[in-house]
T-cell receptor, first 111, second 113 residues
Framework: GESVGLHLPTLSVQEGDNSIINCAYS??????FIWYKQESGKGPQFIID?????DKRQGQRVTVLLNKTVKHLSLQIAATQPGDSAVYFC??????????FGKGTTLSVSS | KAGVTQTPRYLIKTRGQQVTLSCSPI?????VSWYQQTPGQGLQFLFE???????NKGNFPGRFSGRQFSNSRSEMNVSTLELGDSALYLC????????????FGPGTRLTVL
């Protein structure tokens, strides 16, 4: 079946740097793409989503970019902080169907 | 507002046994989804319930089942446990069916010996 995957399993950055987490998806029929963050010992937490007819959406310190031509999704975190250390998952969904998650990227922020 | 709660948090079972996990969604949320999380397979969708009806089902064997009660609380059951069922089982609730913004509980860590 089709699934959402990530380019890199781990990413290490310095505090204050900008982080970019990438994701490649295969289902061009998906309506929404979503980013979740999972801290150690906790369940995933919704960060931001983007509709398939958009190419950019900004939140607080985060920006999601969608490139449908190459089926690529990215999450940019500005001024990364130690509290941003977590596993980041991209997910996709089509109306009425379940979320399909990618395998995750572990972001480590050192100060 | 209280978050999603899952009980128990940890569970150890032996092969062949069965197990029941419980999930209480955020008040007012009528959709509850269950996921299995393992290091190798990541987060995999099990099933979703909305207003006591199963809406979606993932690709898991029939040993995995669930139900939802009229108060939106949900349970999932795994029968005839196998070693490969060891995982973190996450429950998530949302206001709408198949919601994009799902609120996850801390999970139940199941170990099968």
């Amino acid at each position: 079946g089709e699934s959402v995957g990530l380019h890199l399993p781990t990413l290490s950055v310095q505090e204050g740097d900008n982080s970019i987490i990438n994701c490649a998806y295969s289902n061009s029929a998906s309506d929404y793409f979503i980013w979740y963050k999972q801290e150690s010992g906790k369940g995933p937490q919704f960060i931001i989503d983007i509709r398939s007819n958009m190419d950019k959406r900004q939140g607080q310190r985060v920006t999601v970019l969608l490139n449908k031509t190459v089926k690529h999704l990215s999450l940019q975190i500005a001024a990364t902080q130690p509290g941003d250390s977590a596993v980041y998952f991209c997910a996709e969904t089509k109306a009425g169907t379940a979320l399909i998650f990618g395998k995750g990227t572990t972001l480590s922020v050192s100060s | 507002k209280a978050g999603v709660t899952q009980t128990p948090r940890y569970l150890i079972k032996t092969r062949g046994q069965q197990v029941t996990l419980s999930c209480s969604p955020i008040s007012g949320h009528r959709s509850v989804s269950w996921y299995q999380q393992t290091p190798g397979q990541g987060l995999q969708f099990l099933f979703e319930y909305f207003s006591e009806t199963q809406r979606n089902k993932g690709n898991f064997p029939g040993r995995f089942s669930g139900r939802q009660f009229s108060n939106s609380r949900s349970e999932m059951n795994v029968s005839t446990l196998e070693l490969g069922d060891s995982a973190l089982y996450l429950c998530a609730s949302s206001l709408m069916a198949s919601g994009r913004e799902q609120f996850f509980g801390p999970g139940t860590r199941l170990t099968v010996l």
